[in-house]
């Protein structure tokens, strides 16, 4: 009998309910063998509708139970380095919901002991393990644009009632709903920047081999003081600089857009999601444009569940989001809030 990957749930509410069991259950080399949350009748109803065998409410209690091979950390922001480093000393691989933690101290200490164990961190960032990424990841691996010196990364997202503490409206009939508690309260890592912010940041680092240095920021705030926007500029190590810019009041009717400019002592890299191109146009005029078909911006959701069933059986597969890239991601997030708050530039 082939052997399958033992995977447990932690923190299981909206959208490990929406995604991420439902994903695991469709796997045919995983078996979901445990399942955490809060609430005696919420957990029961996850068992039930998934026939998930153990339950508990205490997350470590849990995973000494069942003793799984891999973890899926999906509990609200503020959780997620206890709950990965619990996994991590017990010897699972972890799936980390972002942010991977929130602070930079957190997340680092996280890498550390993923190294230490022997053991692979997977942050699902769902565009990361796109085509069209890895192709972007190696025209600047390669030179294509040289030097990097520069870039320019904005993302929005139709999430103003999120972050107002109102109900998300497209998640009216979901098992779970997102909790105000970990969106839009801000003394729980709630808004834009730790919410959405990090998608973009994880896809920048994906694709470019960057050490952020120091970052000045502002923010707009929401109804429940939380940030509605973010603009930032940063210094990486090495010297290049960024400008970025999040924002959570897209129309409904709209999805989510990023927008990532790369510039680099030989030209520039272009990536648009929302208008699906991925270009390098050079000084030297030897452009590279790279298809991308109607659809092929779209996020993905399912592929990063997968690729960490994979790597909890030892397979040979590409992690296209692993821990030091979620850690860049936090290290540039909490130096943001902390600039926000002291209007002064703030070291990583």
């Given at each position: ?164 503490g109102q109900p998300m409206v497209e ?160 290290e540039v997030l909490d130096a943001m ?12």
């Open positions: 009998m082939t052997r399958k990957a033992r995977i447990a749930v932690v923190g299981a509410g909206w959208w490990a309910a929406q995604n991420h069991i439902p994903v695991l259950k469709r796997n045919p080399d995983c078996e979901l063998v445990g399942v955490n949350r809060l609430g005696a009748a919420e957990l029961a109803a996850l068992q039930q509708r998934f026939d998930i065998p153990a339950g508990s409410e205490d997350a470590v209690e849990l995973l000494d139970r069942v003793k799984p091979d891999g973890v899926v950390v999906a509990s609200p922001h503020v959780l997620h380095h206890e709950h990965a480093a619990a996994a991590l000393d017990r010897g699972s691989h972890v799936l980390v919901e972002k942010p991977l933690a929130t602070s930079a101290e957190d997340a680092r200490d996280l890498v550390a002991r993923a190294r230490q164990a022997g053991r692979a961190i997977l942050v699902p960032y769902g565009w990361n393990f796109l085509p069209w990424v890895r192709e972007a990841r190696r025209l600047v691996a390669e030179g294509e644009i040289g030097r990097v010196e520069h870039v320019v990364l904005q993302m929005g997202s139709a999430l103003e009632d999120l972050f107002a998640t009216k009939d979901h098992m779970f709903r997102p909790p105000p508690s970990t969106w839009a309260d801000p003394k729980r890592a709630g808004g834009y920047g730790w919410g959405q912010l990090v998608h973009a940041l994880g896809l920048l680092f994906r694709i470019a081999d960057l050490a952020p240095r120091e970052v000045f920021a502002m923010t707009g705030a929401s109804p429940t003081g939380v940030d509605y926007y973010d603009a930032a500029t940063l210094r990486f190590e090495g010297g290049a600089t960024a400008a970025l810019s999040g924002a959570s009041t897209v129309p409904k009717h709209r999805g989510p857009h990023i927008d990532l400019r790369i510039y680099g002592s030989e030209g520039l890299l272009l990536l648009d999601i929302e208008r699906e191109r991925l270009e390098v146009r050079r000084r030297d005029g030897r452009d590279t444009v790279v298809p991308m078909a109607p659809g092929d911006g779209a996020y993905g959701c399912e592929r990063p569940v997968d690729v960490f069933v994979d790597l909890c059986l030892g397979r040979a597969v590409e992690n296209d989001a692993p821990g030091d890239v979620g850690m860049r991601a936090v809030y902390r600039s926000a708050a002291s209007g002064q530039v703030e070291r990583v």
